[in-house]
């Protein structure tokens, strides 16, 4: 008799294929646990946020997110894999949920002049809260929205969770509308979870998702109020679709969810071409007739090519101004720079790119300037999560050049696995062409961070703790000899 574990659809289906008829098969499901406790803290927490915000809005809006949440889970994943994406889901969203409400309290006293961690959030919430304000209808979102060209999607939402609450005769507040980004981080984790799925047993890649939700830049990015976690979600999605099997509906997904980041920020926008690009190339792939692979590859190029041309002709100007304004930006910034970003703007310009990701990838360095926050010449000590996540990041970086750097394990990696490594890769080059902040790239950090994981959970166990050992006696030494070099200069 064989014994299988219920991982996941995919991974029970290869199981199953490559046994003979002859064998019979017990299946056991993974064992279930009612997350009561999670429940009943995230009740208690709303609870608690209604009677000091005196805001019934911020409680039903809150709920609506959560049983969104459970609605997406159970459409878009495989039965087998619902309930543990459930206490997943119960768990980060009333984790990231105390830590956004936290933060805001000890730092955010007026959002038109306070912030947690991101200035920009000072810029998106006065304009979304002016347009709630002004009972801005849709009627004039045309005018309205497109006219706030660089991010109308998160303007748009913003401004319906407003709109939301003045509908109950309440008003728009900073914690209504970061209720947003808790969904969206949270929704993250549950995403790397069910991709994992597809290669990893569920002891290991619960163990991936809670330590890439607890340990990585994703848990303090759930305090902010900024686009760039629902760029994140955006992406992991594109991974998952992009990593299921092959169905020309999924296609139109890949393309839909294409456009929404486009209205969040145009740039990744146009970067999901990759994605759809690079599905249809493993679609064709498989095609046994070259001459038919050929034809539709063209078909589809031509198809894309005018796509790209329509929306340079529409939108082409703003486009092409927004990312002068985006350059001129970051010139400004690396002229103002010192230390090893200093150096890095006087490399070749080929090289720059290259020398931006190892910034982004080890920012912030130090790990104590993670909570120090520039703009006001202040800490925000619980900036803590950002300290752990650089420290932590180095050590994903590290397994992920040793894997690579022997064959026997980059081998390993599962072909469509590779593909997804290196879009993730393709994004670090493209944003670091003009950037090296880290938050423009994160929607390559889910990828990475799998990868890392697989190639991790297949060294032997006195390997790992080599690995581990060395990468952070390396860290170690490189902060003493910034000391030193700090201390000498």
């Known amino acids: 008799m064989t014994v299988i574990p219920v991982y996941g659809c995919c991974l029970l289906d290869i199981n199953i294929r490559h046994m003979s008829s002859s064998s019979s098969i017990m299946i056991i499901p993974p064992k279930r646990k009612r997350p009561v406790f999670s429940g009943i803290l995230l009740l208690l927490i709303t609870s608690i946020v209604l009677l000091i915000e005196n805001n019934i809005a911020v409680f039903i809006v809150t709920g609506l997110w959560f049983l969104l949440g459970v609605l997406l889970i159970k459409i878009s994943f495989p039965r087998v894999n ?55 209808n849709l009627e004039m979102f045309d005018w309205e929205f ?37 969904f969206t981080c949270a929704m993250t984790i549950i995403f790397l979870y069910n991709i994992g799925r597809l290669y990893l047993p569920h002891k290991r890649t619960w163990i991936i998702a809670v330590t890439f939700g607890l340990l990585t830049h994703i848990f303090a990015f759930s305090g902010t109020y900024t686009r760039d976690p629902h760029i994140l979600l955006f992406f992991v999605i594109g991974f998952y679709i992009f990593m299921s099997e092959w169905k020309f509906r999924n296609l139109i997904l890949l393309v839909l969810v294409g456009f929404l980041v486009a209205q969040f920020r145009m740039q990744h926008g146009l970067f999901f071409i990759a994605f759809i690009s690079a599905y249809l190339f493993v679609r064709i792939k498989k095609f046994k007739n070259k001459i038919a692979s050929f034809l539709l590859g063209i078909v589809f190029i031509m198809g894309f090519v005018a796509s790209i041309v329509f929306n340079f002709e529409a939108y082409g100007e703003d486009t092409v101004e927004k990312v002068e304004l985006y350059q001129e930006y970051h010139e400004r910034k690396f002229e103002k720079s010192s230390g090893f970003t200093a150096l890095v703007n006087r490399l070749p310009g080929v090289l720059q790119p290259f020398g931006n990701i190892v910034i982004s990838q080890t920012y912030p360095y130090p790990p104590d300037r993670a909570i120090y926050v520039s703009v006001i010449g202040q800490n925000q000590y619980l900036l803590f999560p950002l300290v752990i996540s650089q420290m932590y990041w180095i050590l994903v970086w590290g397994v992920l050049i040793y894997g690579f750097f022997y064959k026997k394990y980059r081998t390993i990696i599962p072909q469509q696995l590779k593909y997804a490594l290196a879009i993730a890769v393709l994004l670090l080059v493209a944003v670091c062409t003009g950037s090296y902040e880290y938050r423009r790239m994160m929607g390559a950090y889910p990828i990475l961070y799998l990868v890392a994981a697989y ?20 860290q170690l030494g490189a902060f003493a000899l910034y000391v030193v070099a700090k201390e000498m200069l």
């Open 82 to 136: 619902r309930h543990e994406s459930y206490r997943l889901w119960l768990l980060f969203f009333t984790i990231y949920y105390l830590y956004m409400i936290i933060t805001n309290y000890v730092y955010v006293r007026d959002p038109n002049s306070d912030f947690f961690f991101h200035f920009d959030s000072l810029d998106f919430y006065t304009v979304t809260d002016s347009l709630i304000r002004q009972k801005v």
């Open 146 to 182: 497109y006219r706030i060209k660089n991010y109308p999607g998160f303007a748009f939402l913003s401004w319906l969770l407003g709109r939301i609450a003045n509908m109950m005769g309440e008003v728009n507040s900073i914690v209504l509308q970061k209720t947003q980004i808790v």
């Open 455 to 474: 190639i991790y959970y297949n060294l032997d166990k006195k390997k790992r703790k080599t690995l581990i050992q060395n990468i952070v006696l390396f």
